[in-house]
């Protein structure tokens, strides 16, 4: 193998470990602090790899995670389309579950991730428009499931 290709591969574990240390900051009732769901934010728009630690933390968090996103990127970053694609997937991963896994009834209703959409699709290119809308449509369903 190449030595351009062993450096992912030794940098993986690293990753792998420090992801791993999240459990211990789980609070009893499986929730996430804020400043968790920012460490999971930073982590996956920096590094681009997206653990099943960081999608537990979306999950839970719900209406936190579009403040996590404000708070962790500038706007510039949000709207560059690799950025962009991954803040989507995070919003579509915070309400992906709903009614099951968001503890705080208030985070539940997507306010500030409707905002957030919003803003994103008045400054995207016409191309991630539509895939801002989908993620749009999407949280509305799932919002409704709710209700």
């Known amino acids: ?51 099943g630690w960081d999608e537990k933390a979306f999950n839970r968090s719900g209406d936190l995670v579009p403040l996590a996103l404000v708070q962790t990127l500038t706007d510039k970053e949000m709207i560059s389309p690799k950025t962009l694609e991954e803040v989507l997937s995070i919003l579509r991963a915070a309400f992906a579950c ?15 991730a409707l905002l957030l959409l919003e803003h994103l699709h008045n400054n995207a290119s016409e191309k991630m ?19």
């Open 1 to 51: 193998m190449k030595a351009r290709h062993l450096l992912p591969l030794a940098i993986l574990p690293l990753i792998i470990a420090a992801s791993a240390q999240d459990w211990q900051h789980c609070k009893p009732d499986g929730s996430y602090s804020f400043a968790e769901v920012k460490d999971s934010v930073r982590r996956v728009v920096t590094s681009h790899i997206y653990t």
């Open 98 to 112: 709903t009614s099951r896994c968001i503890t705080a009834p208030s985070d539940r209703e997507p306010r500030l």
């Open 129 to 147: 428009q539509t895939n801002i809308d989908e993620t749009k449509k999407f949280i509305i369903q799932q919002a409704r499931r709710v209700e």
